[in-house]
């Protein structure tokens, strides 16, 4: 999908799959954000179903999805993941979001 970028923003687009049956459902909770240049940004997804494991791909323009992080990865500069099991959210959390961070990002579940 196309991404409107200028030098004050950072534009983020992300989707969500699940890696099992049709039982476990992942939604993003918005599928466009604007995140200015230099701020935090946080994306959220929600999901149904029991996770085994959660992760976030990243795919820049041109190139196939690259795992980014999962929630049992080290500290990883700039990156954290926040899981939520009360409320069946993971997050993602980008410090200081620059243009190079540009990109759709997908949350994947790994179902029990």
Known sequence: SLLLLTTTTVTVKYMSFS?????EL????RE???AVDGENATLSCN??????????????SGSS???LIGEYSEKIEKLSTRHDK???EFHLEISSAALTDSAVYYCALQPQ
């Open 19 to 23: 890696l099992g049956s049709s039982e």
């Open 32 to 34: 466009v954000m604007m």
């Open 65 to 67: 999805p690259q795992l």
């Open 26 to 29: 992942v939604t993003p909770f």
């Open 47 to 60: 999901y149904s179903g029991s996770a085994n494991y959660l992760c976030w791909y990243q795919q820049k």
């Open 86 to 88: 009360q409320s069946n």
